[in-house]
């Protein structure tokens, strides 16, 4: 009889945490906003995805106590919570001051931003004391492991940020001069773990001597990486409410880092006839489709600046007469030449060339000649092996 009543109970509050699954504050995840939660923190409130309740355990369970919405039994206690709190409330309760610069994680976001976000909301609570928020103080200074450009391997630098002076500044020995300063306001920062096999990696890039410059690191703590990308936030969007003070401080947030858009293998043959085809990692970053011989190189081998349809930018399925086509080809022209390159599957061409034709579909802003601007100033130093392919194009 017990028994019967306790298995009774069990479903009513199974039925219970169903209906509240329903409700429209609760049918994405709390944390990244994936939909369909099927996990929950019964001492916080709040309904999660697999994903972001494996986080949540490595909180411990003094911060945050898991359960399986479907899976495992809850008594009446436990439910009376999660009706009392849920998302919405959560989200009131625990984001009180992000800052813009913050960049709250999507579904598709990599692990170390969607981790950190969970430890900086309920464990370091950094949006009830901002005083954690170290990332927004305009200075920070650290040690990093920066991929080399001559060996490729690791070495542990100092790095510097100065918002004022608009600086990202590296060291080789740290009491002597930096090895490079970068202007933060003109890079761009992404996670980029599968390149460098490290969960803690990051890609800072940015236009060098006309052409674009990888710069690989890593940290052995996902706060510390997170910390530097928010901080390179931070500091881009107080120096864009400098440059653009009656702009919407909202819309400036938005155009801080960016992902690129599609990156892969592809190979891609030489602009002579008798040219073999070559294995290139081919990087989409926005206006700039870049390829290099390995996805780590610090320089691309060639650029290509995509331009506005209307200008001779082009792409076809179909490759001309007597060209052979690699795997699933197609062609890129530009004004002064045809890319011809190919898929390995049906379905990688239809991506790139849906990716890529957005951007020839889109016209030209002026930040878009600012780019290519920059590109076209060629490295004139010598010893550079890497060459530049830059197209020339007439606004509309």
């Known amino acids: 009889m017990f028994n019967r009543l306790k298995i009774r109970m069990a479903e009513e509050n199974r039925r219970k945490l169903i209906q509240l699954l329903k409700l429209p504050q609760n049918s994405h995840c709390a944390d990244c906003g994936i939909e369909g ?80 976000w969970i430890q900086a909301k309920y464990d370091r609570q950094e949006f009830l004391h901002t005083e954690e928020q170290i990332y927004v103080k305009g200075f920070m200074e650290g040690h990093l492991w920066k991929r080399g450009k001559e060996d490729g391997k690791f070495h542990l630098r100092k790095f510097v940020l100065n918002e004022a002076e608009d600086t990202f500044k590296y060291y080789v020995k740290e009491h002597k001069e930096p090895k490079a300063v970068i202007r933060i306001s003109e890079l761009n920062a992404t996670f980029c773990p599968m390149k460098v096999n490290s969960a803690n990696a990051m890609q800072i890039t940015y236009i060098k001597d006309g052409t674009t410059r990888n710069v690989f690191v890593y940290s052995d703590d996902g706060k510390d990486i997170v910390n530097w990308y928010m901080a390179i936030r931070s500091a881009k969007l107080n120096r864009l409410q400098i440059a653009f003070p009656k702009a919407d401080i909202k819309e400036l947030a938005q155009q801080l880092t960016r992902e690129f858009i599609k990156e892969g293998w592809l190979k891609k043959k030489g602009p002579r006839a008798s040219d073999a085809y070559r294995r290139r990692w081919f990087t989409l970053d926005n206006r700039r489709l870049m390829y290099l011989t390995n996805p780590l190189d610090p320089y691309p081998k060639g650029e290509i600046f995509l331009g506005y349809m209307g200008n001779g930018f082009c792409l076809h399925k179909i490759l001309p007469a007597g060209i052979k086509e690699s795997g699933f080809g197609f062609i890129l022209e530009t004004p002064e030449r045809s890319f011809v390159v190919g898929a390995d599957t049906e379905e990688e061409r239809r991506e790139w060339m849906d990716a890529i034709e957005k951007i020839l579909e889109r016209p030209l802003t002026p930040q878009d000649s600012n780019i290519s601007i920059l590109l076209m100033q060629r490295r004139k130093k010598k010893g550079r092996k890497s060459k530049l392919e830059v197209s020339q194009w007439q606004p509309s």
């Open 37 to 116: 939660p099927e996990w929950a923190s019964y001492n916080i409130g709040i309904f999660v995805c697999t994903q972001c309740a494996g986080f949540h355990r490595n909180l411990g369970s003094h911060i945050s106590k898991v359960k399986s919405v479907f899976l495992d039994n809850w008594d009446s206690t436990q439910v009376e919570i999660m009706e009392n709190m849920g998302n919405d409330k959560a989200q009131e309760k625990y984001e009180v001051d992000v800052p813009l610069c913050y960049k709250k994680p999507c579904p598709t976001d990599v692990q170390v931003l969607k981790e950190q």
